[in-house]
Nanobody
Framework: QVQLVESGGGLVQAGASLRLSCAAS????????MGWFRQAPGKEREFVAA???????TYADSVKGRFTISRDNVKNTVYLQMNSLKPEDAAVYYC?????????????????WGQGTQVTVSS
């Protein structure tokens, strides 16, 4: 059974940085694509970033140049480095795993989800 556990969220001021982590267990981590999504109050869950099995990445336009997704296949962990945070980045951030190594930005294509970690950005 796959388990995804996010950590690293918190309250920061605009312009600050945070690094989110997602520890995965339950099956071979290195062969599967991983993604980060976020959901703000009253809004749908939206794509943030994804990384495939070989390290290829893709980002939402709203975070491109500020956020970086990476993975450590030894530690079975995926990271989201968030720099120059803005108030509009505030949301619950979710880690997701896809039962495929191929990148996708579609929420429906991910098979497993973590419980989320809250990110709050004050102006």
């Amino acid at each position: 059974q796959v388990q995804l556990v996010e950590s690293g969220g918190g309250l920061v001021q605009a312009g600050a940085s945070l690094r989110l982590s997602c520890a995965a267990s339950g099956r071979t981590f290195s062969t599967y694509a991983m993604g980060w999504f976020r959901q703000a109050p009253g809004k749908e869950r939206e794509f943030v970033a994804a990384i495939n099995w070989s390290g290829g990445t893709t980002y939402a336009d709203s975070v491109k140049g500020r956020f970086t997704i990476s993975r450590d296949n030894v530690k079975n962990t995926v990271y989201l480095q968030m720099n120059s945070l803005k108030p509009e980045d505030a949301a619950v951030y979710y880690c997701a795993q896809r039962y495929s190594g191929v990148l996708t930005v579609k929420r429906a294509n991910y098979d497993y989800w973590g419980q989320g970690t809250q990110v709050t950005v004050s102006s």
